[in-house]
């Protein structure tokens, strides 16, 4: 399927896989982005969805790369204090869902069969949408968009 360009304002880390350094790093973004309210600080945002983005990747997904935890927004005019903004560039994407109880890893577990398939990924910017259907966490569906 087919994502056209859209920006993101959020908080960031620069992570990696290696060393499980990775399930570290972005539950502390997670905890930071709702502790404190990040979300109600975007001014311009065009839905309530929060993105969470995989960008520059130093090769793959075994190497750092970029994680930005945000919302969507008009443009990338007014960027608060201690934040981020970046454009995804439209690109060719496969679309997975991971279902169930986010808190029995069930996101985590959506990547690691994308990382175990032969899938021509691209490395260019991979993200999730926790969207409306990700508001129950027990019950929780997230989108996972791979640009291949």
Not at 14 to 19: A, G, S
Not at 32 to 40: C, R
Not at 116 to 128: C, I, W
Request: proline share 3%.
């Amino acid at each position: 399927m087919d994502i056209k360009k859209f920006s993101v304002i959020g908080i960031s880390v620069r992570t990696t896989n290696e060393n499980e350094q990775s399930s570290k790093d972005i539950p502390a973004l997670w905890n930071q982005f709702l502790k404190e309210e990040i979300s109600t600080k975007i001014s311009n945002k065009i839905s309530n969805d929060i993105y969470c983005i995989y960008t520059d990747y130093e090769k793959d997904h075994t190497r750092p790369y970029t994680t930005i935890l945000g919302c969507a927004v008009e443009n990338l005019d007014e960027i608060p204090n201690g934040m981020i903004g970046t454009t995804i560039e439209g690109n060719h994407y496969q679309k997975f869902t991971a279902k169930g109880n986010l808190a029995e890893g069930i996101v985590f577990n959506e990547w690691l069969k994308i990382w175990n398939s032969d899938m021509h990924r691209t490395f260019t910017a991979d993200f999730e949408i926790y969207g409306e259907k990700a508001q129950n966490p027990s019950d929780a569906e997230v989108e996972i968009y791979i640009a291949i």
